[in-house]
């Protein structure tokens, strides 16, 4: 198979021109005209994981490699030395990211993660009807995302209605029409910000909440991979932090 057969494939699944203008979704490195021999599936990209990848493969992301423009290309920063992996092993890369969180990772994840049931999705957020005490909401969304801890901020005793964005989607508080968001990355400004609106915050951590991209992506893939007698490997990169509790590190 060509890369350009699944390229078409993946952009009928989740278009690539419904990506954000900032985003770098599509085909990242090699060639429409390159013969794929093997698909992994990741959310990002490391050393380590390319390693087990054999030359000729394509690979599937969720993050895009590159975002910005390349100046020089030196291998001292981490895009470039991944980079120059890639090339020498003749890797191709699709990454499929806002694209996708609109298509279906958000979705999934509140559903299928989370057990939340949808009201409605306005392109990244989806919405939820709940109507728990705080307290057991939180507790609840930690155990099913497998949180180490869990940060917060509590504006109202009850969650009445939930609003999701996986990742890091605090930029998005203006627009989020719920008294409780759930999203990653979230920074001490945000939650200034948040406790002004009043609306409360569960941080569900970036790597928490997209991870299972992988696994999303596999079931979406696997069926149209094996009729062209080829296989989906899920490949995954690791979590780059670690936390530490009283002298404990936890990975």
Known sequence: MKVKELYNFLNELSPFDTQEKWDNSGLIVGSFEDEIKEVHISLDLDLEMLEKVTPNSLIITHHPLIFTALKRVNFDSYSTKLLKVLVKKDISLISM????????????????ILGLKIDNTDEYISYATVNVDFETFQKDISERLNLEYTKAVQCH????????ITGAGASML?????????????KYHDAMEASLRKISLIDIGHYESEHHFSPLMLGLCEK????????????ASKNPFKFQYQGETVE
């Open 97 to 112: 990211h806002t694209n996708f969180d609109k298509s279906h990772l958000n979705k999934y994840v509140a559903q299928e």
């Open 157 to 164: 005793d009850t969650v009445k209605k939930v609003a999701l």
């Open 174 to 186: 203006s627009e989020v029409k719920a008294d409780c968001f759930l999203t990653g990355d979230i």
């Open 224 to 235: 149209y991979l094996k009729k062209n007698k080829l296989k989906a490997i899920i490949t």
